[in-house]
């Protein structure tokens, strides 16, 4: 075996927080290795945000020739091409890996190790054929799939979101299990292909952690275009019948049976800890969550865990800061701990869901004070002539001080839409401060003065420290 090489700073995983951990420790001076055995890009590059939101692409033209009539364009014959559609998903996330590959092997002043990593101890990993040792490690190895032990499951088979992304053919049914993201993106976009899809849900709505008037406005969007929702089903078993892949669930007291050509699983992730060998680093090994503190220290404070192997947060932005704080204060640098309060996320279905801050189910379990205003897009200029309808838009804020404390939208262009609240926020702005920005007309982002309006409307006649 080789000699050993030591270094200040080893991050171990090349996603969005490892590769930012990685540069980060370079810039500050320390000597670094970032270590990963491929395939290179992170799973939002490889089998996340960009394949999905490609083929997401492809669904949403489909559609809106579909539906092209209604603003009186007659469009004939409308079909799709499968292959050309993952042809082209295919082509932008090898560009985007291949950008990701050049900017890791580059000059960016750390050492690439190509190569899974293993902890020997608390300090000494295992890459590839040799060792190397560490004062400060970053573990940023992201998530895996979550797949649950249900009798029959995996005699029947079923599909991930990975291989959702890559099929060569779309069934013609799919049982798409869970109520998320994944859910809720790929599920639709296999029935604008003409899958006959159906969520099969253990609670009552999709998106269990938003407020009810949120979830359900999205719940009947989904229902109104053909999705057919089944909630309160307990998975009980799995069995193949006639060709047919049969779900054996228990709902209301009575058992019920649900079969389709497909299962998607799409209940979850869990952290990527399974090669590491965590408890030779003293570590104790979760399935579900690796713990940190406020600065991405473990239970052993030279070892740090960002991104998605935390458990806490799948989101890209989240990923990259957390990488990035980890490894500067890993280095010896005096930081503030992350703010959260800005948690921004968006689901790229149609209509799109984005939220950033708190909501109201939030501000009730912290006892915050709050007041909240709603608008539908049916009742917006732009929205009406533009044939973009579907939703609403919400903005809580402080009952006290007027503070914007949270927003969500519900409709066309939400992912873009719910920037304007992110900087709103970033200054922390008053209903009043917000009401005092112009805004261009006609345009969508226009909504979102009406339920300011009615935020500041509420706090001017109830007394002090009512909550809606």
């Keep these: 075996m080789a000699a050993t090489t030591h270094y200040d700073l080893a991050v171990l995983g090349a996603g969005s927080a490892g590769y930012w951990a990685a540069k980060t420790g370079a810039k500050l001076g320390a ?237 979850g992730r869990q952290p990527n800890t399974a090669p590491l060998g965590l408890e030779n680093a003293g570590l104790e090994v979760h399935p579900f969550v690796l713990p940190v503190n406020e600065h991405m220290q473990t239970a052993r404070p030279h070892i740090y865990a960002a991104g998605d192997v935390t458990g806490r947060h799948y989101i890209v932005h989240i990923a990259i800061q957390e990488g990035i704080h980890a490894a500067t204060h890993a280095l010896g640098k005096q930081l503030e701990p992350i703010d959260y309060r800005l948690m921004a996320w968006a689901i790229f279905s149609d209509p799109n869901v984005a939220r950033v801050g708190l909501s109201e189910r939030e501000c009730r379990k912290r006892e915050i004070p709050y007041v909240v205003g709603t608008y539908p897009f049916d009742d917006q200029g732009k929205a009406l002539v533009a044939n973009l309808t579907k939703g609403f838009v919400k903005v809580v804020a402080h009952a006290h001080t007027g503070e914007i404390l949270g927003a969500c939208v519900v409709g066309a262009e939400g992912g873009d839409l719910i920037h304007e609240m992110i900087v709103a926020m970033n200054f922390r702005a008053t209903c009043q401060q917000f009401l005092e920005i112009p805004h261009l007309h006609p345009t969508l982002s226009e909504i979102w003065l009406e339920p300011v309006e009615e935020c500041e409307a509420q706090r001017a006649s109830q007394p002090a420290g009512a909550t809606a």
Aim: with cysteine; charged share 25%.
């Design 31 to 267: 000597k670094t290795a970032l270590v990963d055995p491929g395939p290179l890009g992170g799973l939002c590059i490889l089998r996340g945000c960009m394949p999905s939101k490609a083929l997401l692409r492809s669904s949403e033209v489909l559609h809106l020739a579909q539906h092209a009539h209604e603003v009186g364009v007659l469009v004939k014959d409308v079909g799709y091409d499968f292959a050309k559609i993952m042809e082209r998903k295919a082509h932008w996330v090898e560009e985007f890996a291949k950008y990701r590959r050049e900017g890791i092997l580059s000059q960016n002043g750390f050492d690439f190790i190509h190569a899974p990593g293993k902890f020997i101890d608390a300090h000494t990993l295992q890459v590839g054929d040799r060792h190397i040792t560490a004062s400060k490690i970053v573990i940023a190895t992201g998530s895996v799939v979550h797949v649950p032990e249900v009798p029959g499951l995996r005699d029947v088979g079923y599909i991930t979101s990975d291989e959702a992304l890559s099929l060569e053919k779309p069934p013609a049914s799919m049982l798409v299990l869970g109520g998320g993201v994944i859910a809720l993106e790929l599920g639709q976009f296999y029935h604008r292909l003409g899958v006959k899809v159906t969520f099969v849900l253990r609670g009552e709505r999709i998106l269990t952690n938003e407020d009810d008037d949120v979830a359900l406005a999205m719940q009947k969007c989904l229902e109104d275009e053909g999705i057919t929702i089944v909630n309160h089903a307990l998975m009980e078993r799995f069995e193949l019948r006639n060709g047919k892949k049969v779900m054996h669930v228990l709902r209301h007291n009575q058992c019920t049976e649900l079969e389709a050509d497909e299962i998607m699983l799409t209940l």
